[in-house]
């Protein structure tokens, strides 16, 4: 049963242009929830993250939405960068503000064409 | 260290061998997660150790797996009887706070 879904494995853009990655989950217990950066051969990076009291956060050129109503939430990267590439995890955990593990998604392979 | 730090970065073992891979925390932080990517999957939660509670193994898949963190600091997961489904990237992280996930570059197991 795979709670948190990212059901694009790849995408490709234009450098200089937007990117937007897709995550939708099912648990409605989730509060909290996270984006993570991860390039071959090294652990994956936390990018941006999201309370569910809130529905926008931005941090320069990323930006993540969140949409409770539909269980839905994505990550906008503007302008796009050729550093960009890499795969990334949408994550969720059920208690915000407290350490918890997070359910990951099966994470989106971003190319960024020069 | 600044990071953290898991040993072996690779690991091929033959099938029906016990394995450990090891990881060593950031200083200071109290939660520590082991994870693990199957090819084509997510990151799958294995176990988490939250200062001197009880750990939280609910995502170990069998009792083959097992792990420990001593003093509070460095964690051992242990694989008994190896198996290819096993073979997988293991990835470790500590926190401060769940804000704070800071993940190894984790342990390749191929097991053969």
């Known amino acids: 049963d795979q709670q948190v879904k990212q059901n694009s494995p790849s995408l490709s853009v234009q450098e200089g242009r937007i990117s937007i990655l897709n995550c939708d989950y099912t648990?409605?217990?989730?509060?909290?929830f996270l984006w993570y950066k991860k390039y071959p051969a090294e652990g994956p990076t936390f990018l941006i993250s999201?309370?569910?009291?809130?529905d926008k956060n931005e941090d320069g050129r990323f930006t993540v939405f969140l949409n409770k109503s539909a269980k839905h939430l994505s990550l906008h990267i503007v302008p796009s960068q050729p550093g960009d590439s890499a795969v990334y995890f949408c994550a969720a955990s059920a208690i915000a503000g407290a350490n918890s593990k997070l359910t990951f998604g099966k994470g989106i392979t971003l190319s960024v064409r020069p | 260290g600044a990071g953290v730090s898991q040993s072996p970065s690779n690991k091929v073992t033959e099938k029906g061998k016990d394995v450990e891979l090891r990881c060593d925390p950031i200083?200071?932080?109290?939660?520590l997660y082991w994870y693990r990517q199957s090819l084509g999957q997510g990151l799958e939660f294995l176990i988490y150790f939250q200062g001197n509670s009880a750990p939280d193994k609910s995502g170990l898949p069998s009792d083959r797996f097992s792990a420990e963190r001593t003093g509070g600091s460095v964690s051992t997961l242990t694989i008994q009887r190896t198996q290819q489904e096993d073979s997988a990237v293991y990835l470790c992280?500590?926190?401060?706070?769940?804000?704070?996930?800071?993940f190894g570059s984790g342990t390749r197991l191929t097991v053969v």
């Open positions: 999201i309370s569910s009291i809130k």
């Open positions: 200083s200071g932080h109290t939660a």
């Open positions: 648990n409605s217990m989730f509060d909290y």
């Open positions: 992280a500590s926190s401060p706070t769940h804000y704070g996930y800071t």
